[in-house]
């Protein structure tokens, strides 16, 4: 793309976007920290990912401010403006997932608590798509790939997949023993936080596709989670 | 029991009762059905024999406000002054090519200039009142066309062109004094005054603002607003912003050339040519 005629504009947008790419790579290394905790049982790496919370929220609010100064000192248009307005809503997705990433490091506490759970592999592998769409996307939007960010968009139904077969697990988990229950009830919750870690990587990719097409993405995306109609029998 | 009309937030009931789903695009399509009132066929406009727009193909819709916008040089005033052969008054300017006005041809034989120019009234960048009264500056497209036979009549036209350009409060006490009088932003609803009171079907605007404080111009855009439902509105301005604001076509000029037209908000969020989105984001091209 063309540079602008007052250079300083480029630095500015240039920064925002740097700004977004910092704020991707902390929040990943977050929801990974957060995973590792809750794998390896590790209550002082939880809680630091519960206090780093802070540091996506202040990100977030500075992307938030340099926006509001992009809009009143610039006027952005076209292709600026898309991406001005793009910067706000993903930042806001980014602190999304923080903070699913956060609350994961928080029910890890209850758990680590309880017995160890068997047969947990199939999360961990769940997360692991979860952490690897997040760094997906922020590529994607890094290197201004839309069909990058196509593939997120589609890639979000194996998430989904993942979680159904998660919830079951963890539902006869606790039928079968209910001294379970503590523990497999905080899981289904983080099972749920990364299925929607994927749904916000989704909802980016939906912006990058805006920024540098000028069109949303107008396919419908089948939902995959059907956890909310999912019970389990003995 | 009778239905609430509304829901808890206020939103009338029956939207959503009736499961209808409100179409964005319909809303678009239809303004494109508007009406079209100019319809140029290959304009071109030479100057001394170099021609300064290149053929230029576009439908201006009969109501709403159409913005021409461009670099300097791009032809956009050229263009504006295509509509009431204002080019006529240019020593070698010559223009070629079709425009028809609900059909007509406007630069036919039998098509009388100054009657044309009663029909699409013009507002340039710097006010430029007569010197004369206020009153007299409204009243004399009027006399000089025959359109006030008793003085009851010219008194009426003074008051609504006035009102309708949103001065008459202003100036109601003080008429007879001059127009150049008035502040910058006044003499330019003036000159809109004097250009509607021939109730004209048409008002080319040439940068109309450029002159004016952020006061003056945000009165004369409420003003283009209120004029866009009884007139044909093409404005030329350097504002972008002003240009995404006031209008509802955007026509980009380049080099002499129409590089792009379309509805304005197409325009400033998702541009298709390259130079369009170059000029409106502030691009070296």
Redesign the interface.
Known sequence: ??????SS?DDVMSDLSSELIRMGALVREQLVGALKALKRRDENLAKRIRKNDKQVDAINDDIEERVMSILALR????????ETIAALKIARELERIGDLARNTAKRSRVIIEQEPLEGMEEIFKMGYVAVKIVEDVMQAFEHRDVEKAIEVWNADEEIDEYCNTVFTQLLSGMMIDNSNINACSQMTFVAKNLERVGDHATNIAESIHYVLT??KIDERRPKGDKTSSTTVTL | MSALKTNHLGHPRSMFDTGKVIDMKATTSEANTARVKFKCRNVEVFYSGKRALHGVNMDVPDSGVTALIGPSGCGKSTFLRVFNRMNDTIPNARVAGQILMDGQDIYGRDVDPVLLRARVGMVFQKPNPFPKSIFDNVAYGPRIHGLAPRKNDLDNIVEKSLMRAGLWNEVKDRLKEPGTGLSGGQQQRLVIARAIAVSPEVILMDEPASALDPIATAKLEELIDELKEKYCILIVTHS??QA?RVSQKTAFFHLGDLVEYDDTQAI????KDQR???Y??????
């Open positions: 793309m063309n540079e602008h005629i007052v504009f006027q952005p248009l076209a292709v600026d403006l898309r000028g069109d | 972008m912003a995404a400033f969020t998702n541009p369009t989105q170059d409106i984001t502030g691009r070296t091209g």
